[in-house]
């Protein structure tokens, strides 16, 4: 095998894993904050198996690296979560409005 070839697969799995798990979780019914703290939680997680799991200096920038990465997308899916919530915020605010305005008009 490659190293150049590894070393993309390597990256290719850690991606897709993580934008797998975080749709799921931002698809989940749950919170913002609930996802936001799940997510970092199992980074953390991931994190501190890996540091175990790898043990040497050799790949302790690969670690730092894929943390880092890790950690925009995770700031980058927080930012994107609270646009969603308050859309969906304002949007809920306006129907309600609207039924309010409907039901003292007498309109349907």
């Not at 925009?72 to 039924?99: C, G, H, P, T, W």
């Amino acid at each position: 095998m490659e190293r150049g070839f590894g070393k993309g697969l390597f990256w290719g799995f850690v991606v897709g894993g993580t934008a797998g798990i975080l749709a799921g979780m931002l698809l989940a019914p749950k919170s913002g904050k609930d996802v936001r703290t799940e997510i970092a939680n199992k980074l953390n997680e991931w994190f501190d198996s890996e540091t175990e799991f790898t043990g040497g200096d050799d790949s302790n920038w690969l670690i730092n690296e894929g943390k880092q990465k890790g950690e925009a997308l995770v700031a980058d899916a927080k930012e994107k979560a609270e646009l969603l919530l308050a859309d969906a915020e304002k949007l809920l605010y306006e129907i309600r409005n609207q039924s309010e305005n409907s039901m003292t008009t007498g309109q349907a």
